[in-house]
């Protein structure tokens, strides 16, 4: 007797994922007017990541993407050395 729906666990299911996941990248590419390609390469994370770069993260994962992960940008030099380097200490 079966108590639970049946699983997709094929090749169907690893295929929704990855449309899911690419449409993710696509709409993040219309929002921030980059391309998808660009998107697929390089991702910005806050600090602490937002539920959106999150997501997208988990969305380039899942599609196997290699990608750079860049900090948001500092507003100064001085800024980027406390944070990034052990200069400034």
Known sequence: MR???PTND???CE???QDVALE???RE???SGRTVRGVL???RLS???TPQERLLLAALHTLRSPHAIMPHPCKTMEEWRERYTSEAR
């Open 3 to 5: 108590t639970q729906g």
């Open 10 to 12: 094929g090749p169907t």
């Open 15 to 17: 295929t929704d994922r």
């Open 24 to 26: 993710i990248v696509r």
């Open 29 to 31: 590419a219309v929002r």
């Open 41 to 43: 390469s390089l991702i």
């Open 47 to 49: 600090e602490p990541p």
